[in-house]
Nanobody, 124 residues
Framework: HVQLVESGGGSVQAGGSLRLSCAAS?????????MTWFRQAPGKKREGVAAIGSDGMTAYATSVLGRFGISKDNAKGTLYLQMNSLKPEDTALYTCATGYTLDPTRAACRYTSNWGQGTQVTVS
């Protein structure tokens, strides 16, 4: 059973930075999984923000391109999302999830399965 635990969220002023982490346990991490960072703001649909395939290929939502960076440390079993130049519209609950193959058109992995509980990011 895969467990994903996010951390690193918080409140920050516009223009600031945060780094989110997603620690995985319960399986041989990430070498064979695609990983996605999703976000959902109140009253809005959940959207893929960034994803990284098992081969290291990445995809980003247009709204975060050039500001966010997704990476993973296989040795630590941890997924990261570096968020720079944050804007108020980035305010949302950010959640990581495992999947199988990268879908660049959605900045997400296909067949998403395991989910974390999420970490709140608030930009004012």
């Amino acid at each position: 059973h895969v467990q994903l635990v996010e951390s690193g969220g918080g409140s920050v002023q516009a223009g600031g930075s945060l780094r989110l982490s997603c620690a995985a346990s319960g399986y041989t991490y990430s070498q064979r999984y695609c990983m996605t960072w999703f976000r959902q703001a109140p009253g809005k649909k959940r959207e893929g923000v960034a994803a990284i395939g098992s081969d290291g290929m990445t995809a980003y939502a247009t709204s975060v391109l050039g500001r966010f960076g997704i990476s993973k440390d296989n040795a630590k079993g941890t997924l990261y999302l570096q968020m720079n130049s944050l804007k108020p519209e980035d305010t949302a609950l950010y959640t990581c999830a495992t999947g199988y193959t990268l879908d660049p058109t959605r900045a997400a992995c296909r067949y998403t399965s395991n989910w974390g509980q999420g970490t709140q990011v608030t930009v004012s």
